[in-house]
């Protein structure tokens, strides 16, 4: 049974459930619906990316950061399933692939974020986006373990650290973060971690 998370839960992933190895992370958001009979929601390019941190919290390498530019991280342990550009249609809009047990001992946490690509340029913001989600699912049950929706106000905010997944005493664990930023990169995001 999923559970419901809320801005700053955390919950364990391996303790409650032997056996974990293989996560899906699902990220997904839909467009707000413009004003007026005939409008139709405007397309937003939202980029998921994984960033790996070492053990002081720390972004080390530049190819530590799995996202559409770079889909697959040197260790085989993560993999982004490729970008959707419009966010359009239901379920997961960006999937990222976590073999928990390939991930390298060096790295001690993994930050899940989202962009809007070219936010400023297209004068875009998550205040033009609703059902935003991350969820966790055991990729090799089917079981979804984990969501948080968001579901604060973004207006005029343009990335998200939506949450991470970290390693404590052994055990990974998540933790739903929902931190709204003015970034406007994947390269921006990243720099808040060096």
Known sequence: M????QKGQKVDLTKGNPGLKHIMV?????????????????DIDCD?????????GKLTDNKDVVYFGNLKHSSNSIKHMGDNLTGAGDGDDEQIYVDLASVPSRYSKIVFVVNIYQARERRQDFGMIRNA?????DSDRR???????????????????????????????FSAIGQATNDNSIGDLAHRYL
């Open 2 to 5: 999923a559970v419901n998370l």
């Open 48 to 56: 998921a990316s994984a960033i790996l941190l070492s053990e002081n």
């Open 143 to 173: 079981s979804e373990l984990c969501r948080y929706n968001l579901s604060e106000n973004y207006n005029g905010m343009t990335a998200m650290i939506f949450g991470e997944i970290y390693r404590y005493n052994g055990e990974w664990k």
């Open 133 to 137: 989600f991350i969820r966790l699912v």
């Open 26 to 42: 699902g990220l997904g958001w839909d467009e707000v619906q413009r004003g007026g009979f005939f409008s139709r929601p405007q």
